[in-house]
């Protein structure tokens, strides 16, 4: 049996029903045990999700909780979702499809990377010991997310990963017309790919059955959300943009739908689509009680805000930062898609984006650090203080956080964290690089710098996170123009521009450093791009916009 989800956006439902229903899911899921005191509201309930039909064995009460879990389930509002499954299995206690869902719901976020906590891989594993499958595809479905629970006490999770990657390309071949299979195994590529593989093979595969199933079904949440998400990567980004203007309109009501979009426009450098899309979502997220996703949503927001010179704005939203956290508690099971260390992750990242992206080395270098579960996140706090300290010539306060980088990448390794481990190697070679830089050794300075700019090419950024802190070859292009050698830091500039169009930095790195290499032409498109994409920014703003109008117009009154 197939039905189209509760608040689907096509129009094709009554209010009334839309109504009755929605009341209905609420009543059950009143009655069940909540993992949060934001979902005593019943979180999403009645939502407009978008459309999605999904063959199952479940009775017709449970129908409609089902369908809906089902949705949330593809806009990874992981909360909503396992309490609609549980009030599928309240209305039939013998829906599988239920159990199923509450498996692969504990799962989390599959895109975060880092291993996934004891008591939600428990949750998962409890769930499909409980399921009683009624048919061999149902029997598949369950077998096949069984996978990623199968001896985690031991078994490596990219292992695990790859094992339900494997059961869901059987799942999609041995049912051809059954869509929602062929989008979980496509999102089963995408989760399973190697960062480290440049050629983006799993990725591409994924984003080609994904694309033929948008033609076909362009109201799917799933299969607008996993588009973006697959191709969430720079060479890749342009093929997602249609998907990220359509996700919000397809499921309007889901806090993480309408952030989801601003990873690509991130990633295209559109700044001002990337704040509404974040303002959006972090209002979302107030209403949903979602603190986690309303923190990551803040961090994208304040990266876009930085990058086009709205320098105040961002300040509004360091401020409220304590207000937010004052809601957190990292107790609790997240209602949505970002996980309990996306909110550490969050709260270390903003200010030190807030310094370091408008050089106020002083204030990076006095940040305060944060201890917490999750050392990568006390990491970045770590690298803005050293990275001020650098700059201002504090030596020793740099190589102490150059030691503390070193503690944390010991910490991460003993937990086999290895990409968080990788990204916090880099940082501490940012780190001793500018410190040799301080102590007269640029010879050593750079040799660190190229060997940050080469580790940090051979990874990727994680979704967490719109941007690194600062970019190697930002950084590295900076050094260079210290040194006096303009050639050089252009095209560390123009490197950084192909991977993060229009950040603001290497914009203004690579105006001044083709001055300076007297390639007039090139310092006046750069000089303009910077002032097109700051266009609306603070006035009079950062004192190098100045610069920039200088450079764009030479002749003009008062340069």
């Given at each position: 049996m197939a039905h189209r989800v509760p608040g689907a956006v096509d129009g094709n439902s009554t209010l009334h029903k839309q109504l009755v229903l929605s009341i209905w899911i609420a009543s059950l899921l009143c009655l069940l045990p909540l993992t949060s005191a934001a979902q005593q509201h019943s979180p999403l309930a009645g939502a407009k999700l978008g459309t999605v039909d999904f063959e199952n064995s479940c009775s017709p009460n449970a129908q409609g909780a089902f369908e809906h879990a089902v949705a949330l389930l593809h806009s990874f509002e992981f909360g909503p979702a396992i309490a609609g499954f549980r009030a599928a299995l309240a209305a039939d206690p013998g829906c599988a499809m239920a159990d199923w869902g509450i498996a692969l719901g504990s799962w989390g976020n599959p895109f975060a990377p880092g291993l996934k906590p004891r008591k939600l891989l428990n949750r998962g594993r409890e769930a499909i010991e409980a399921a009683k499958p009624k048919t061999q595809r149902?029997?598949?479905?369950?077998?096949?997310?069984?996978?990623?629970?199968?001896?985690?006490?031991?078994?490596?999770?990219?292992?695990?990963?790859?094992?339900?990657?494997?059961?869901?390309?059987?799942?999609?071949?041995?049912?051809?017309?059954?869509?929602?299979?062929?989008?979980?195994?496509?999102?089963?590529?995408?989760?399973?790919?190697?960062?480290?593989?440049?050629?983006?093979?799993?990725?591409?595969?994924?984003g080609a059955i994904l694309e033929a199933l948008f033609r076909k079904e362009p109201r799917h949440p799933g299969?607008?959300?996993?588009?973006?998400?697959?191709?969430?990567?720079?060479?890749?980004?342009?093929?997602?943009?249609?998907?990220?203007?359509?996700?919000?309109?397809?499921?309007?009501?889901?806090?993480?739908?309408?952030?989801?979009?601003s990873h690509i426009f991130t990633r295209l450098g559109l700044w001002d689509e990337s704040v509404n899309a974040n303002l959006a979502s972090t209002a979302a997220s107030r209403r949903e009680g979602s603190v986690t996703e309303e923190l990551h949503a803040s961090d994208y927001l304040v990266y876009a805000y930085l990058q086009s010179g709205h320098d105040a704005a961002a300040a509004r939203v360091l401020e409220a930062i304590p207000g937010i956290e004052s809601r957190f508690n990292p107790n609790a099971i997240p209602i949505g898609a970002a996980p309990v260390p996306a909110a550490y992750f969050a709260m270390a990242a903003i200010p030190a984006r807030y310094a370091l992206e408008r050089g106020d080395w002083s204030a990076a270098s006095r940040l305060k650090v944060r201890s917490t579960n999750y050392p990568y996140t006390d990491a970045i706090t770590w690298f803005a203080r050293g990275m001020g300290a650098a700059y201002l010539g504090e030596i020793a306060a740099a190589q102490d956080a150059a030691q503390q980088l070193a503690a944390i990448h010991r910490r991460l390794n003993d937990a086999n964290e290895s990409y968080w481990a990788l990204q916090v190697v880099i940082q501490r070679i940012d780190v001793l690089a500018w410190t040799a830089l301080a102590d007269k050794h640029s010879?050593?300075?750079?040799?660190?710098?190229?060997?940050?700019?080469?580790?940090?090419?051979?990874?990727?950024?994680?979704?967490?996170?719109?941007?690194?802190?600062?970019?190697?070859?930002?950084?590295?292009?900076?050094?260079?123009?210290?040194?006096?050698?303009?050639?050089?830091?252009?095209?560390?500039?123009?490197?950084?521009?192909l991977k993060e169009p229009n950040r603001f930095r290497s914009l203004y790195g690579a105006a001044m450093a083709a001055k300076l290499a007297g390639n007039t032409q090139s310092a006046r498109r750069y000089a303009t791009a910077l002032l097109k994409v700051c266009v609306l920014a603070d006035h009079p703003g950062r004192p190098e916009l100045a610069e920039m109008r200088a450079i764009a117009n030479p002749g003009a009154p008062g340069q």
């Amino acid at each position: 049996m197939a039905h189209r989800v509760p608040g689907a956006v096509d129009g094709n439902s009554t209010l009334h029903k839309q109504l009755v229903l929605s009341i209905w899911i609420a009543s059950l899921l009143c009655l069940l045990p909540l993992t949060s005191a934001a979902q005593q509201h019943s979180p999403l309930a009645g939502a407009k999700l978008g459309t999605v039909d999904f063959e199952n064995s479940c009775s017709p009460n449970a129908q409609g909780a089902f369908e809906h879990a089902v949705a949330l389930l593809h806009s990874f509002e992981f909360g909503p979702a396992i309490a609609g499954f549980r009030a599928a299995l309240a209305a039939d206690p013998g829906c599988a499809m239920a159990d199923w869902g509450i498996a692969l719901g504990s799962w989390g976020n599959p895109f975060a990377p880092g291993l996934k906590p004891r008591k939600l891989l428990n949750r998962g594993r409890e769930a499909i010991e409980a399921a009683k499958p009624k048919t061999q595809r149902e029997r598949d479905y369950i077998a096949a997310v069984a996978r990623l629970y199968d001896r985690f006490e031991t078994a490596p999770e990219e292992s695990r990963l790859q094992a339900y990657c494997d059961a869901m390309s059987k799942v999609a071949a041995r049912y051809p017309e059954d869509s929602e299979a062929s989008i979980f195994y496509a999102l089963s590529l995408a989760i399973s790919a190697d960062p480290a593989d440049k050629t983006y093979s799993k990725q591409l595969k994924a984003g080609a059955i994904l694309e033929a199933l948008f033609r076909k079904e362009p109201r799917h949440p799933g299969v607008a959300h996993y588009i973006i998400h697959t191709y969430d990567f720079p060479p890749l980004a342009p093929r997602a943009l249609a998907a990220a203007r359509a996700y919000a309109k397809i499921a309007p009501d889901s806090p993480h739908a309408l952030h989801m979009p601003s990873h690509i426009f991130t990633r295209l450098g559109l700044w001002d689509e990337s704040v509404n899309a974040n303002l959006a979502s972090t209002a979302a997220s107030r209403r949903e009680g979602s603190v986690t996703e309303e923190l990551h949503a803040s961090d994208y927001l304040v990266y876009a805000y930085l990058q086009s010179g709205h320098d105040a704005a961002a300040a509004r939203v360091l401020e409220a930062i304590p207000g937010i956290e004052s809601r957190f508690n990292p107790n609790a099971i997240p209602i949505g898609a970002a996980p309990v260390p996306a909110a550490y992750f969050a709260m270390a990242a903003i200010p030190a984006r807030y310094a370091l992206e408008r050089g106020d080395w002083s204030a990076a270098s006095r940040l305060k650090v944060r201890s917490t579960n999750y050392p990568y996140t006390d990491a970045i706090t770590w690298f803005a203080r050293g990275m001020g300290a650098a700059y201002l010539g504090e030596i020793a306060a740099a190589q102490d956080a150059a030691q503390q980088l070193a503690a944390i990448h010991r910490r991460l390794n003993d937990a086999n964290e290895s990409y968080w481990a990788l990204q916090v190697v880099i940082q501490r070679i940012d780190v001793l690089a500018w410190t040799a830089l301080a102590d007269k050794h640029s010879d050593d300075a750079l040799t660190q710098m190229r060997k940050a700019v080469d580790l940090e090419n051979g990874t990727e950024k994680s979704v967490v996170t719109p941007g690194t802190i600062a970019p190697a070859s930002e950084l590295m292009g900076e050094m260079l123009l210290k040194l006096n050698r303009p050639g050089d830091a252009l095209r560390e500039f123009e490197a950084t521009l192909l991977k993060e169009p229009n950040r603001f930095r290497s914009l203004y790195g690579a105006a001044m450093a083709a001055k300076l290499a007297g390639n007039t032409q090139s310092a006046r498109r750069y000089a303009t791009a910077l002032l097109k994409v700051c266009v609306l920014a603070d006035h009079p703003g950062r004192p190098e916009l100045a610069e920039m109008r200088a450079i764009a117009n030479p002749g003009a009154p008062g340069q």
